[in-house]
Protein backbone atom coordinates (compact mmCIF):
# COMPACT_ATOMS: atom_id res chain seq x y z
CA UNK A 1 0.00 0.00 0.00
CA UNK A 2 1.37 3.05 -1.38
CA UNK A 3 -0.95 5.46 0.85
CA UNK A 4 1.00 9.46 0.06
CA UNK A 5 3.90 9.27 -1.66
CA UNK A 6 5.70 12.64 -2.19
CA UNK A 7 8.92 13.65 -3.64
CA UNK A 8 11.54 14.71 -3.58
CA UNK A 9 12.50 13.99 0.09
CA UNK A 10 15.50 15.87 -0.13
CA UNK A 11 16.16 19.04 -2.02
CA UNK A 12 18.72 21.97 -1.77
CA UNK A 13 17.80 24.95 -3.67
CA UNK A 14 19.55 28.61 -4.37
CA UNK A 15 17.51 31.42 -3.56
CA UNK A 16 15.37 32.62 -6.22
CA UNK A 17 14.99 29.06 -7.52
CA UNK A 18 11.74 27.16 -8.27
CA UNK A 19 10.72 24.03 -7.67
CA UNK A 20 7.64 21.74 -7.27
CA UNK A 21 6.87 19.37 -4.85
CA UNK A 22 4.51 16.61 -5.82
CA UNK A 23 1.87 14.45 -3.89
CA UNK A 24 0.22 11.68 -4.94
CA UNK A 25 -2.44 9.08 -3.11
CA UNK A 26 -3.93 6.37 -3.95
CA UNK A 27 -6.94 5.86 -1.44
CA UNK A 28 -9.67 7.57 -3.60
CA UNK A 29 -9.43 10.32 -0.97
CA UNK A 30 -10.94 13.31 -1.80
CA UNK A 31 -9.58 16.03 0.30
CA UNK A 32 -5.32 16.76 0.05
CA UNK A 33 -3.36 19.69 1.66
CA UNK A 34 0.40 20.85 2.20
CA UNK A 35 1.77 21.26 5.90
CA UNK A 36 4.92 22.89 6.56
CA UNK A 37 6.58 22.22 9.88
CA UNK A 38 9.26 24.19 11.62
CA UNK A 39 10.89 23.92 14.76
CA UNK A 40 8.71 25.27 17.77
CA UNK A 41 5.69 25.80 15.48
CA UNK A 42 4.58 22.62 14.86
CA UNK A 43 2.62 21.45 11.33
CA UNK A 44 1.04 24.84 9.64
CA UNK A 45 -1.24 24.44 6.73
CA UNK A 46 -0.26 26.27 3.54
CA UNK A 47 -3.04 25.05 1.15
CA UNK A 48 -5.19 22.31 1.22
CA UNK A 49 -8.21 21.17 -1.29
CA UNK A 50 -11.58 19.78 0.04
CA UNK A 51 -12.20 18.37 -3.07
CA UNK A 52 -10.77 17.82 -7.30
CA UNK A 53 -10.53 21.31 -8.19
CA UNK A 54 -10.47 23.06 -5.46
CA UNK A 55 -7.85 25.06 -3.66
CA UNK A 56 -8.21 26.90 -0.63
CA UNK A 57 -5.42 29.11 1.12
CA UNK A 58 -4.38 27.71 4.84
CA UNK A 59 -2.63 29.73 7.19
CA UNK A 60 0.45 30.36 5.47
CA UNK A 61 0.33 30.69 2.08
CA UNK A 62 2.44 33.15 0.63
CA UNK A 63 4.89 32.19 -1.49
CA UNK A 64 3.55 29.20 -2.51
CA UNK A 65 1.06 27.93 -5.13
CA UNK A 66 -0.33 24.74 -5.45
CA UNK A 67 -2.28 22.52 -8.36
CA UNK A 68 -4.68 19.88 -7.78
CA UNK A 69 -4.37 17.96 -10.48
CA UNK A 70 -6.22 15.25 -10.69
CA UNK A 71 -8.15 13.81 -7.29
CA UNK A 72 -4.88 11.81 -7.17
CA UNK A 73 -2.11 14.63 -7.68
CA UNK A 74 -1.82 18.21 -5.46
CA UNK A 75 1.52 19.74 -6.10
CA UNK A 76 2.67 22.90 -4.53
CA UNK A 77 5.50 24.56 -5.97
CA UNK A 78 7.75 27.57 -5.22
CA UNK A 79 8.48 30.21 -7.48
CA UNK A 80 11.47 31.61 -6.28
CA UNK A 81 12.42 30.71 -3.28
CA UNK A 82 13.19 32.02 -0.42
CA UNK A 83 15.33 31.09 3.12
CA UNK A 84 12.74 31.94 5.23
CA UNK A 85 11.07 28.59 3.02
CA UNK A 86 13.43 26.37 4.48
CA UNK A 87 11.28 23.81 6.07
CA UNK A 88 9.92 19.89 6.35
CA UNK A 89 7.03 19.74 4.00
CA UNK A 90 4.40 17.06 4.36
CA UNK A 91 1.59 16.24 2.24
CA UNK A 92 -1.65 14.41 3.49
CA UNK A 93 -4.87 13.31 2.45
CA UNK A 94 -8.31 12.27 4.06
CA UNK A 95 -11.40 11.27 3.29
CA UNK A 96 -13.90 14.39 2.76
CA UNK A 97 -17.32 13.79 3.99
CA UNK A 98 -18.18 15.40 7.09
CA UNK A 99 -20.97 12.63 8.06
CA UNK A 100 -19.29 9.63 8.70
CA UNK A 101 -16.05 10.91 7.98
CA UNK A 102 -12.62 8.40 8.13
CA UNK A 103 -11.22 9.47 11.26
CA UNK A 104 -7.84 9.45 10.01
CA UNK A 105 -5.64 12.09 7.92
CA UNK A 106 -2.88 9.87 5.69
CA UNK A 107 0.53 11.57 5.52
CA UNK A 108 3.87 11.35 3.20
CA UNK A 109 6.96 10.80 4.53
CA UNK A 110 7.93 14.46 4.32
CA UNK A 111 9.89 16.75 1.97
CA UNK A 112 13.11 18.44 3.45
CA UNK A 113 13.70 21.48 2.11
CA UNK A 114 16.69 23.81 2.35
CA UNK A 115 17.20 27.43 0.91
CA UNK A 116 20.87 29.11 0.99
CA UNK B 1 -6.17 33.08 16.62
CA UNK B 2 -5.10 30.03 17.31
CA UNK B 3 -7.53 26.95 16.70
CA UNK B 4 -5.63 24.25 18.59
CA UNK B 5 -3.29 25.29 21.38
CA UNK B 6 -0.92 23.19 23.30
CA UNK B 7 0.48 24.76 26.15
CA UNK B 8 3.21 22.10 27.02
CA UNK B 9 6.02 22.45 24.53
CA UNK B 10 8.03 19.81 26.53
CA UNK B 11 7.48 16.91 29.34
CA UNK B 12 9.19 14.57 31.11
CA UNK B 13 7.54 10.99 32.46
CA UNK B 14 8.96 8.25 34.32
CA UNK B 15 8.88 5.26 32.26
CA UNK B 16 6.04 2.64 33.36
CA UNK B 17 4.04 6.01 35.04
CA UNK B 18 0.78 7.62 33.49
CA UNK B 19 1.52 11.16 31.18
CA UNK B 20 -1.43 14.09 29.72
CA UNK B 21 -0.58 16.01 27.40
CA UNK B 22 -3.01 19.14 26.92
CA UNK B 23 -4.71 20.27 23.72
CA UNK B 24 -7.65 22.74 23.64
CA UNK B 25 -9.54 24.19 20.64
CA UNK B 26 -11.40 26.69 19.29
CA UNK B 27 -14.23 26.25 16.66
CA UNK B 28 -17.78 27.33 16.86
CA UNK B 29 -18.63 24.23 14.75
CA UNK B 30 -20.83 21.67 16.09
CA UNK B 31 -19.38 19.23 13.96
CA UNK B 32 -16.25 18.42 14.66
CA UNK B 33 -13.06 16.12 15.05
CA UNK B 34 -10.14 15.67 17.13
CA UNK B 35 -6.83 14.06 16.53
CA UNK B 36 -3.79 12.97 17.75
CA UNK B 37 -0.75 12.18 16.21
CA UNK B 38 2.83 10.97 17.45
CA UNK B 39 6.05 12.14 15.44
CA UNK B 40 9.12 10.29 16.21
CA UNK B 41 12.57 11.11 15.55
CA UNK B 42 12.65 9.72 12.42
CA UNK B 43 9.56 12.15 10.80
CA UNK B 44 7.35 10.30 10.15
CA UNK B 45 3.62 11.03 11.66
CA UNK B 46 1.72 8.25 12.90
CA UNK B 47 -2.14 8.39 14.00
CA UNK B 48 -3.07 7.63 17.49
CA UNK B 49 -6.13 8.27 18.26
CA UNK B 50 -9.54 10.31 17.05
CA UNK B 51 -12.73 11.58 18.73
CA UNK B 52 -15.46 12.84 16.95
CA UNK B 53 -17.61 15.99 18.41
CA UNK B 54 -20.86 13.80 18.91
CA UNK B 55 -18.94 10.71 20.17
CA UNK B 56 -20.17 10.42 23.76
CA UNK B 57 -17.32 8.27 25.08
CA UNK B 58 -14.42 8.86 25.50
CA UNK B 59 -11.78 7.28 22.87
CA UNK B 60 -9.41 4.82 23.51
CA UNK B 61 -7.11 2.97 21.57
CA UNK B 62 -4.64 0.66 23.76
CA UNK B 63 -2.33 2.64 26.13
CA UNK B 64 -4.09 5.88 24.90
CA UNK B 65 -7.41 7.34 25.79
CA UNK B 66 -8.83 11.15 24.83
CA UNK B 67 -9.88 12.81 27.91
CA UNK B 68 -12.62 15.04 25.67
CA UNK B 69 -14.34 17.57 27.87
CA UNK B 70 -16.88 19.52 25.35
CA UNK B 71 -18.25 22.68 27.30
CA UNK B 72 -14.26 23.42 28.37
CA UNK B 73 -13.32 22.47 24.64
CA UNK B 74 -10.04 20.47 25.82
CA UNK B 75 -8.99 16.99 24.47
CA UNK B 76 -6.08 15.90 26.49
CA UNK B 77 -4.49 12.66 25.52
CA UNK B 78 -3.42 10.61 28.14
CA UNK B 79 -0.57 7.53 27.42
CA UNK B 80 -0.48 5.01 30.69
CA UNK B 81 2.18 3.05 31.49
CA UNK B 82 4.94 5.07 29.53
CA UNK B 83 7.39 3.41 27.31
CA UNK B 84 10.71 4.49 26.52
CA UNK B 85 9.73 4.30 22.59
CA UNK B 86 6.86 6.97 23.49
CA UNK B 87 9.78 9.60 23.41
CA UNK B 88 8.51 11.91 20.59
CA UNK B 89 6.53 15.02 19.71
CA UNK B 90 2.99 14.62 20.12
CA UNK B 91 0.60 16.87 17.73
CA UNK B 92 -3.42 17.74 18.29
CA UNK B 93 -5.44 18.20 15.61
CA UNK B 94 -9.18 19.40 14.54
CA UNK B 95 -11.00 18.32 11.61
CA UNK B 96 -14.03 21.19 11.09
CA UNK B 97 -16.13 22.07 8.48
CA UNK B 98 -14.76 24.32 5.46
CA UNK B 99 -17.50 24.46 2.26
CA UNK B 100 -19.13 21.23 2.92
CA UNK B 101 -15.60 18.93 3.30
CA UNK B 102 -13.25 19.27 5.88
CA UNK B 103 -10.06 21.45 7.01
CA UNK B 104 -7.32 20.37 9.36
CA UNK B 105 -5.21 22.21 11.25
CA UNK B 106 -2.96 21.50 13.99
CA UNK B 107 -0.94 22.66 17.50
CA UNK B 108 2.27 23.63 17.80
CA UNK B 109 2.88 19.88 19.57
CA UNK B 110 4.34 18.92 22.78
CA UNK B 111 8.20 16.65 23.24
CA UNK B 112 7.64 13.73 25.20
CA UNK B 113 10.93 12.31 26.73
CA UNK B 114 10.66 9.01 29.13
CA UNK B 115 12.77 8.20 31.34
CA UNK B 116 14.40 5.07 32.25
Known amino acids: NAGVTQTPKFQVLKTGQSMTLQCAQD?????MYWYRQDPGMGLRLIYYSASEGTTDKGEVPNGYNVSRLNKREFSLRLESAAPSQTSVYFCASSEARLVGAGNTIYFGEGSWLTVV | AQKITQTQPGMFVQEKEAVTLDCTYDTSDQSYGLFWYKQPSSGEMIFLIY??????QNATEGRYSLNFQKARKSANLVISASQLGDSAMYFCAMREPSGGYQKVTFGTGTKLQVIP
Open chain 1, 27 to 31: MNHNS
Open chain 2, 51 to 56: QGSYDE
